[in-house]
């Protein structure tokens, strides 16, 4: 189902598969329904610009808000060498980095578990070297429901496309 340029959130089926591509855009609303007990795949595919900082993350904003330190993150990634660095630190949103090939995992019990992970790779090098990179976050508040998976933000202009897919 395309719901590029959709106006109002959509509840997706066991199984149904959503697309949305976006051209030029900082701001990505996904009007997508995210229901209790729903798990959800996603692959999101990202132009950015070589201008961006590694630093300067893509944000999944969650019921199309931010919740002030309230996404408590573990990251592991290879570096040069194929040295392994870890990092936990906390967000307002949900992180999606900023590499071009990003897959997400979500789970929503609406109010008591709010998880996402994140695998992403750099199709660029890092120092002579590729990047892999395993992202888990979760949403540190039990009395806000998560009820739209959101919007995407980016600091710069990003073009691509994202698939949605309803596994429960």
């Given at each position: 189902?395309?719901?590029?340029?959709?106006?109002?959130?959509?509840?997706?089926?066991?199984?149904?598969?959503?697309?949305?591509?976006?051209?030029?855009?900082?701001?990505?609303?996904?009007?997508i329904s995210?229901?209790?007990?729903?798990?959800?795949?996603?692959?999101?595919?990202?132009?950015?610009?070589?201008?961006?900082?590694?630093?300067?993350?893509?944000?999944?904003?969650?019921?199309?808000?931010?919740?002030?330190?309230?996404?408590?993150?573990?990251?592991?990634?290879?570096?040069?060498?194929?040295?392994?660095?870890a990092e936990?630190?906390?967000?307002?949103?949900?992180?999606?980095?900023?590499?071009?090939?990003?897959?997400?995992?979500?789970?929503?019990?609406?109010?008591?578990?709010?998880?996402?992970?994140?695998?992403?790779?750099?199709?660029?090098?890092?120092?002579?070297?590729?990047?892999?990179?395993?992202?888990?976050?979760?949403?540190?508040?039990?009395?806000?429901?998560?009820?739209?998976?959101?919007?995407?933000?980016?600091?710069?202009?990003?073009?691509?496309?994202?698939?949605?897919?309803?596994?429960?």
């Open positions: 189902m395309n719901l590029t340029g959709a106006t109002s959130d959509y509840e997706l089926q066991v199984g149904e598969e959503a697309y949305i591509e976006f051209s030029n855009a900082t701001t990505v609303p996904l009007r995210v229901v209790e007990n729903g798990m959800y795949y996603n692959l999101l595919y990202i132009y950015a610009p070589s201008s961006q900082s590694v630093d300067s993350a893509i944000m999944l904003l969650p019921n199309n808000t931010t919740y002030t330190n309230q996404i408590v993150a573990q990251s592991l990634w290879t570096d040069t060498g194929n040295v392994i660095r936990s630190r906390t967000y307002s949103a949900f992180s999606l980095t900023r590499y071009p090939s990003i897959k997400l995992f979500i789970v929503n019990t609406h109010i008591l578990y709010k998880h996402v992970f994140l695998i992403d790779n750099d199709d660029k090098t890092y120092n002579g070297y590729g990047r892999l990179h395993w992202l888990s976050q979760y949403w540190d508040n039990t009395t806000t429901p998560w009820t739209s998976l959101g919007t995407i933000t980016a600091p710069e202009n990003i073009s691509g496309y994202i698939l949605i897919r309803r596994l429960r």
